[in-house]
């Protein structure tokens, strides 16, 4: 089992930065991929970042390409979202995500998902 908590979501306005945190417990956490999901209200979760377990291959949406950067501490299990230059279509639940994968990080099927932290963008 892993367990992810989030953390620094907030209100913002556009072009302001913000970055999100997610502690990984586990016997095995170190060697999962990692990333971040968000859903919109009334839209479907999509995949926004990922990395592989040892933070060597990174993919992203091409919606935050060049904004947004993400990395991981294996010394604190933590994975980081910085997100910089943001936008009001930014604005969501943003999930962290694991998985044995990286694929399955960015098909959004990961094994594992945390509970979430609300990231909203005003215009």
């Known amino acids: 089992q892993v367990q992810l908590v989030e953390s620094g979501g907030g209100l913002v306005q556009a072009g302001d930065s913000l970055k999100l945190s997610c502690v990984a417990s586990?016997?095995?956490?170190?060697?999962?991929?990692m990333g971040w999901s968000r859903q919109a209200p009334g839209k479907e979760r999509e995949f926004v970042a990922g990395t592989s377990w040892n933070g060597v291959t990174k993919h992203y949406a091409d919606s935050v390409k060049g904004r947004f950067t993400i990395s991981r501490d294996h010394a604190k299990n933590t994975v980081y979202l910085q997100m910089n230059s943001l936008k009001p279509e930014d604005t969501g639940v943003y999930y962290c995500t694991a998985d044995r994968s990286l694929r399955g990080v960015v098909v959004t099927t990961a094994d594992y998902w945390g509970r979430g932290t609300q990231v909203t963008v005003s215009s």
């Open positions: 586990g016997r095995t956490s170190s060697t999962y991929a």
